[in-house]
Nanobody, 124 residues
Framework: QVQLVESGGGLVQAGGSLRLSCAASGRTLSNYVMGWFRQAPGKEREFVASISRSGGRTAYADSVKGRFTISRDNAKSTVYLQMNTLKPEDTAVYYC?????????????????WGRGTQVTVSS
């Protein structure tokens, strides 16, 4: 199985940027479709972005489209989430996830492995 560790979260002012990283170990990253999800206090976990095994196909939640960019470097076993023009409503714990079977997906139920998350807080 693959182990996932997120990093790069923190406190940023509205309008600022952060880049999250997800380091994978234990298995070859290129075997997995990868995704980012987030969970705000009192809310359900929601889809943010997903990327295919080769990086050639991506999907985004409407709320982040045009502001966030998901990418991957399979040689470095790392997936990234570049977050620009951050808003207070982006405040959440951000999770990296790996999907063994199938294609890019927005459904958290389809992801098999999860990291522990990294906190992102956007102040107004």
């Amino acid at each position: 199985q693959v182990q996932l560790v997120e990093s790069g979260g923190g406190l940023v002012q509205a309008g600022g940027s952060l880049r999250l990283s997800c380091a994978a170990s234990g298995r070859t990253l290129s075997n997995y479709v990868m995704g980012w999800f987030r969970q705000a206090p009192g809310k359900e976990r929601e889809f943010v972005a997903s990327i295919s095994r080769s990086g050639g196909r991506t999907a985004y939640a409407d709320s982040v489209k045009g502001r966030f960019t998901i990418s991957r470097d399979n040689a470095k076993s790392t997936v990234y989430l570049q977050m620009n023009t951050l808003k207070p409503e982006d405040t959440a714990v951000y999770y990296c996830a790996a999907k063994t079977v199938g294609l890019v997906s927005r459904s958290s139920d389809e992801y098999d492995y999860w990291g522990r998350g990294t906190q992102v807080t956007v102040s107004s």
